[in-house]
């Protein structure tokens, strides 16, 4: 199984907006509302801050908001903020109760 | 308080074996299953299995199958991964991570909400 594919890295200055992609195939992105992200800072474990696509779990800022067409899915950071720089991965469920995680996106706020 | 604390870090020779203990509280264990994720020196995060906490149903990843092993203990509300034949390329972070389960131990939730912090495991000659 294929990790999702996400573009290494993405920069910002502090209130503009960034979109990190999440390409998987027709057998996991494709196939399932089941894709998440996670916020990890280094040192830190991972946190959650989208489930089911687009669903923000209490205490995650509105600012962070997910969406999906198709193969592709993306999470939207809209205003980034200097706490904001961290590693994004998203990941899929992948049918028979497996999951695959994307490459990682290094978000920095300029 | 909800968390999952898990056991120190651990340095092993090729070939041996590291048991990772991951602690839940302030929720109900059963309730939930545990996920095992690792993380390699300057890689993403990869998947390893997960195990039904209720009924111990597991499922591996494919690439791991046959080395590794998932457990828990209801007594004391820990699971834990054992991974064998330990290599080089094993040098990892390991976390374990909650997501719920059904009544009949299966997933529920498709994501992973709560996090361990992590245990480093070094293979190292």
């Known amino acids: 199984q294929s990790a999702l594919t996400q573009p290494r890295s993405l920069s910002g200055s502090p209130r503009q907006s960034v979109t990190i992609s999440c390409t998987g195939t027709s057998s996991d992105v494709g196939n399932y509302n089941y894709v998440s992200w996670y916020q990890k800072h280094p040192g830190k474990a991972p946190k959650l801050m989208i489930s089911d696509v687009s669903k923000r779990p209490s205490g995650v800022p509105d600012r962070f908001s997910g969406s999906k067409s198709g193969n592709t899915a993306s999470l939207t950071i809209s205003g980034l903020q200097a706490e904001d720089e961290a590693d994004y991965y998203c990941c899929s469920y992948a049918g028979s109760y497996t999951y695959v995680f994307g490459t990682g996106t290094k978000v920095t706020v300029l | 308080q909800v968390q999952l604390v898990q056991s120190g870090a651990e340095v092993k020779k090729p070939g041996a074996s590291v048991k990772v203990s991951c602690k839940a509280s302030g929720y109900t264990f059963t309730s939930y299953g545990i996920n095992w994720v690792r993380q390699a020196p300057g890689q993403g995060l990869e998947w390893m299995g997960w195990i039904s906490a209720y009924n111990n149903n597991t499922d591996y990843a494919q690439k791991l199958q046959g080395r590794v092993t998932m457990t828990t203990d209801t007594s004391t509300t820990t699971a834990y991964m054992e991974l064998r034949s330990l290599r080089s390329d094993d040098t990892a972070v390991y976390y374990c991570?909650?997501?719920?389960?059904?009544?009949?131990?299966?997933?529920?939730?498709?994501?992973?909400?709560?996090w361990g912090r992590g245990t480093l495991v070094t293979v190292s000659s």
């Open positions: 991570a909650r997501a719920y389960y059904d009544s009949s131990g299966q997933p529920a939730e498709w994501y992973f909400d709560l």
